[in-house]
């Protein structure tokens, strides 16, 4: 009967050592902390590495001259946004922007869209109606910036890294204002 007890006894601890190393540490938490937190700092950089190159479009697009200071306008905001993510990156290398978080369906459907926009905004459209559809787009993506900025930001623990990310969504929002200004009189 006490061999049995013991084997029994063994096999309980066993079970409660094993529920110990499997239950999520402090550390653990931290690090799903981070990877979501990493998910949103990817999405904020690989979005401001596009608008930054929107004044390329028009190269090859005629538009007026507000358009493309505003053109010009967007990659500023967006090349700045980049500098901060990246100096947020060098003062803290477990921010990593190397990594995306979306399952590859979003991926897809992402691309999709930006094909179709790209479509759109170089062949499908042409004076006033290539104006108003590129600031629809940019409306469309500052919302993006502005959001997803403010989002990270609230669900960020460093304070200094809060303060950057409001000043980030505050600039986007700033530039979707400017887009819907412009945009009344298209």
């Keep these: 009967m006490m061999p049995h007890f013991y084997r029994a006894l063994r096999f309980v601890l066993l079970l409660i050592g094993l529920n110990a190393a499997m239950a999520p540490t402090r550390g653990d938490e931290a690090t799903e902390q981070q990877e979501k ?4 700092y990817y999405l904020l950089h690989e979005l401001n590495q596009d608008e930054a190159q ?5 190269l090859v697009k005629h538009a007026p001259a507000e358009i493309t200071t505003f053109a010009d306008h967007i990659s500023k905001t967006a090349k700045e946004t980049l500098a901060d993510l990246d100096r947020l990156q060098k003062d803290d290398p477990s921010i990593r922007f190397d990594r995306n978080p979306l399952p590859q369906m979003e991926r897809d459907t992402r691309a999709s869209i930006k094909a179709d926009k790209q479509h759109q905004l170089l062949f499908g459209t042409t004076g006033s109606e290539f104006v108003r559809a590129l600031l629809v787009a940019q409306i469309e993506a500052s919302t993006y910036a502005l959001n997803l900025s403010k989002v990270l930001a609230e669900q960020e623990t460093d304070p200094h890294r809060v303060k950057i990310l409001r000043h980030i969504s505050a600039r986007w929002l700033d530039m979707r204002n400017e887009a819907f200004r412009i945009l009344r009189n298209y």
């Design 54 to 58: 929107v004044p390329l479009l028009l």
């Design 37 to 40: 937190l990493n998910g949103g």
